[in-house]
């Protein structure tokens, strides 16, 4: 495959995503319709129907007209908080015997000490006895406890058949990139997901302005009533603001393993995010300043991030914690030693993450610490530094080269798959 051939697709596969109206209306059809034969694999391959087999086998040659109709009766209970399975099911009136069965029975299924409050648990009666219960554990697996004589109980895992469909939307940017996807019905975990995989090129404060318009494609989980019970994967999803031009595709490698890339075949995960911190504005930029507390002019060698106290504080790259502890002017905080000469740290935090101390090996994303307002600082927010071989650095200027591209074989089913989106098109 030519260069420049490629590029001509590359730009024509933009110039596609870039249109608007109708257009683009037939384009999410034709689209949906081609993603839909490449990824129907989906999850119902896996749906071995370990249901209930022998139903539906043998007819009996007549029926006996006074057997008794079989009345089920339901009944719907949750598990409250600090309770378990066993003591749910005392509660309920099951006796000791029938408790004791029941949990010998599924604990080989499901992990006890898991089962949460919430959980759902259907009581089940036939002509007024008790005959067990139903445990939905997942969006496509249910569990039944049921009586096998005696006071036996036998589990039948029943999975439901769930389909993967894409969906397309897109958003053009009013008040907050956050917002308006929201407006658009995207759901609020999937922008999560889309802020994170921007965040390594786009400074949210500063990059996105009204009228950007941004595109996804990612997977709705369906269930048998054609009812959404989950998200699936980000696709592919465009974003263009005055300055750039993005695009991101979801890619498996022959070896299983997902990440996202340019069009290029490049990996958009960098070095450091740009923003450790979800859904936080700029309350005081890098350079100088009057200090709030010390009234003293001097150069802000970091940047404060405003945010509601206990917000999650992400690790800004893979890294080694090299400090964690507590002085007069930071709080409590974290310095994190990355590769290629990077330091970060932050300050001023309610609480480190969970296991959060020095020595630890941590990853780009993980939660390091909470939002606080401890050392000093006049309320919560996350004070953010960033060092490159020992000065301080301007974090929201910082530029990576690109991460790990695409070679070979890979790159050629890379956009194999690129070519399958187009061969979609009019
Ligand atoms: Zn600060």
Request: aromatic fraction near 10%.
């Amino acid at each position: 495959m030519s260069e420049s051939a490629d590029k001509n697709r590359m730009g024509r596969i933009s110039g596609i995503i870039k249109r608007k109206g109708w257009e683009s209306v037939i384009f999410t059809v034709l689209l949906t319709a081609a993603l839909f034969l490449q990824i129907s694999v989906s999850r119902n391959t896996q749906a071995t129907t370990a249901a209930l087999s022998n139903q539906g086998n043998a007819i009996p040659a007549s029926v006996p007209e006074d057997l008794p109709d079989t009345r089920l009766e339901i009944r719907d209970t949750y598990i409250e908080y600090g309770s378990s399975l066993a003591y749910h099911l005392g509660e309920n009136g099951i006796s000791t015997t029938d408790t004791m069965g029941i949990i010998d029975a599924v604990r080989d299924f499901i992990n006890l000490r898991k089962v949460q409050a919430g959980q759902k648990v259907e009581l089940r009666y036939e002509n007024n006895y008790f005959e067990g219960i139903m445990l939905p554990v997942s969006t496509d697996r249910d569990i039944y406890v049921t009586r096998s004589g005696g006071d036996g109980f036998q589990v039948i895992e029943k999975f439901k058949e769930l389909d993967t469909y894409p969906v397309f939307k897109e958003a053009v940017v009013d008040s907050s990139l956050y917002a308006s996807c929201l407006d658009s019905g995207i759901q609020d975990n999937v922008i999560m997901d889309l802020i994170e995989l921007y965040s390594f090129d786009i400074d949210f404060q500063r990059d996105i302005q009204k009228g950007d318009h941004l595109t996804v494609t990612y997977e709705l989980v369906y269930n048998e009533d054609n009812e959404v019970v989950d998200t699936g994967n980000i696709l592919f999803t465009t974003l263009k603001t005055g300055r750039q031009d993005l695009q991101i595709y979801r890619y498996e490698d022959s070896e299983g393993k997902a990440d996202f890339y340019n069009e290029n075949g490049q990996t958009v995960r960098k070095t450091l995010l740009k923003t450790p911190i979800n859904g936080a504005y700029i309350t005081s930029a890098f350079g100088p300043r009057t200090h709030p507390i010390t009234g003293f002019s001097s150069v802000h060698k970091g940047i404060d991030f405003g945010a509601p106290r206990g917000t999650p504080i992400k690790s800004s790259g893979d890294g080694t914690v090299t400090y964690a502890g507590y002085n007069d002017v930071f709080g409590y905080h974290v310095r994190i030693r990355h590769v290629n000469g990077y330091t970060t740290m932050y300050a001023h935090m309610s609480a480190f993450g969970r296991g959060i101390r020095q020595g630890r090996i941590v990853d780009q994303g993980q939660t390091i610490g909470y939002v606080g307002s401890t050392g000093m600082s006049t309320g919560p927010h996350l004070h953010y530094e960033v060092r490159y071989n020992g000065s301080h650095i301007n974090p929201s200027r910082m530029k990576f080269p690109p991460g790990k591209t695409l070679a070979g074989v890979e790159a050629e089913l890379f956009h194999n798959m690129l070519s399958s989106y187009e061969v979609s098109l009019p």
